[in-house]
């Protein structure tokens, strides 16, 4: 089992910054994948980004793409999602998930049916 739970949500403007944080617990010692998705008010969830647990591979949906920043600290056992550039259109609950195992390839880690594990969720509100 693993725990996550996330941090550094909060209201911003549109332009501003924030830094997500990922706090993992439990079987920390396995190696996985670690996603960000989030949730906007009457709207599925969709993939943000993810890492892989080396931090040599990273992928971002289109609309993130050069504002965004995945990484991670194993050390620490802690990811992180900076977000620079906020639009209101940022706005959502940003959650981050962990996938266990072996690598399956950059897209299997789009889909949050492969993920495992999830945290609560971080409220990221941008106001215009």
């Known amino acids: 089992q693993v725990q996550l739970v996330e941090s550094g949500g909060g209201l911003v403007q549109a332009g501003g910054s924030l830094r997500l944080s990922c706090a993992a617990s439990g079987r920390t010692s396995s190696s996985y994948f670690m996603g960000w998705f989030r949730q906007a008010p009457g709207k599925e969830r969709e993939f943000v980004a993810h890492i892989s647990w080396s931090g040599t591979i990273t992928y971002y949906t289109d609309s993130v793409k050069g504002r965004f920043t995945i990484s991670r600290d194993n050390a620490k056992n802690t990811g992180y999602l900076i977000v620079n550039s906020l639009k209101p259109k940022d706005t959502a609950v940003y959650y981050c998930?962990?996938?266990?195992?072996?690598?399956?390839?950059?897209?299997?880690?789009?889909?949050?049916?492969?993920?495992?594990?999830w945290g609560q969720g971080t409220q990221v509100t941008v106001s215009s």
């Open positions: 998930a962990a996938s266990m195992g072996y690598y399956r390839g950059s897209s299997y880690y789009t889909e949050e049916s492969h993920y495992d594990y």
